[in-house]
């Protein structure tokens, strides 16, 4: 099987899409990203002709959907939106969702109409949520998944301590003023002397804060994990709000053996006892304080934490699951059945 798997940018969702790759080509299956903003879709289309097409509903060009009608054998699954009952609780001047726009519903509706695709479309939320937040989608006859993020194996397997890395708080990611309203309530009120914590923090763009560090190589990223004593977790303020949301960070953390303290999520549940949640800023700093002390409980619920990433959520889980979502469920099983051969012990 040949899959082709849209990406259209560097972001979290970028990293998920290649931990479907790395997997599915360890499978013995032919998957390759697309860079859809840089290449045409008749380049990508006609070059690799694939069986199986991962793309996004917010990407739909007329040049990929006349790709899409010339291949009636081809199975289509499409990222998207919001649209679902949950949308009319939403004040949208204060929470920055994505959701389905009108025209994407339209076009879905008519390509659904006139080839049967897509087969399905998802988002990175718990199955709980999606039934609220997708269910719509149902009227336009489109089943709505679940296709929560996960740990890539290949990259955030065998980490290392690094010295150079060592610090009580590690931290990687951005900053921008929506996600700033958390981190500002969060992380910086321990920023500020100094001395009181040892922090490192890496992103791809500058943080107003003295110890944001610049860019950490990705090959570094799982040592920074590992080195860090805490990584803390910190969300947007509609997944703190609503629960729905379920970040790329805390999967890649856990894999690669750190200890994750992160603010409360109600889908953060899925983690169970592998990490620990602050309920409230005050709270937050009480157990960085708590767990800097304790080393023993740090070691114990970070173990706790990998196995249960291990169990049920690396990007092999995830290309089993969509396989499932197609009705291929011996490649799906032959998925998890691979997956022990290349799984970093």
Not at 81 to 105: A, P, R
Not at 120 to 136: E, G
Request: charged content about 25%.
């Amino acid at each position: 099987m040949k899959i082709l798997i849209s990406s259209d940018g560097v972001h979290a969702h970028y990293f998920q899409r290649l931990s479907w790759v790395n997997a599915l080509n360890a499978c013995g299956l032919n998957a390759t990203l697309w860079d859809c903003k840089n290449v045409s879709a008749f380049d990508a289309f006609d070059s690799f002709e694939p069986d199986l097409f991962l793309g996004q509903s917010y990407n739909l060009t007329d040049s990929l959907l006349k790709c899409i009608y010339e291949r009636p054998h081809l199975k289509v699954a499409l990222r998207a939106g919001d649209w679902g009952d949950h949308e009319q609780t939403v004040d949208k001047t204060k929470y920055n969702i994505l959701y389905c726009s009108e025209t994407e519903k339209q076009i879905l509706k008519r390509l659904k109409e006139e080839t049967g695709k897509p087969d399905f479309v998802h988002i990175h939320y718990t199955d709980d949520s999606v039934k609220n937040t997708h269910n719509h989608f149902s009227k336009i006859g489109i089943d709505a998944k679940s296709l929560m993020m996960c740990a890539d194996t290949f990259s955030y397997g065998g980490s290392e301590f690094d010295e150079n890395l060592a610090c009580d708080i590690g931290f990687v990611g951005g900053y921008w003023p929506y996600k700033g309203l958390v981190i500002n309530d969060y992380l910086f009120p321990l920023l500020g002397n100094v001395g009181d914590y040892s922090v490192k923090i890496f992103g791809n763009q500058p943080w107003p804060a003295n110890q944001y560090c610049g860019l950490i190589a990705d090959n570094k990223v799982k040592d920074l994990f590992k080195s860090a004593k805490i990584c803390p977790n910190l969300s947007e303020p509609h997944a703190q709000a609503f629960g729905i949301d379920v970040n790329e960070r805390i999967f890649k953390v856990l894999y690669s053996g750190g200890f994750c303290v992160s603010d409360n999520v109600a889908s953060y549940n899925i983690f169970e006892d592998g990490i620990v949640l602050a309920y409230g800023p005050e709270d937050f700093k009480t157990k960085i304080d708590h767990y800097l002390q304790n080393p023993e409980e740090r070691t114990k619920i970070s173990q706790r934490g990998r196995e249960i990433v291990k169990e049920k959520h690396t990007g092999f889980d995830r290309a089993a699951e969509i396989m499932k979502y197609l009705g291929m469920n011996n490649l799906a099983d032959n998925i998890l059945i691979k997956k022990m051969e290349f799984i970093n012990e």
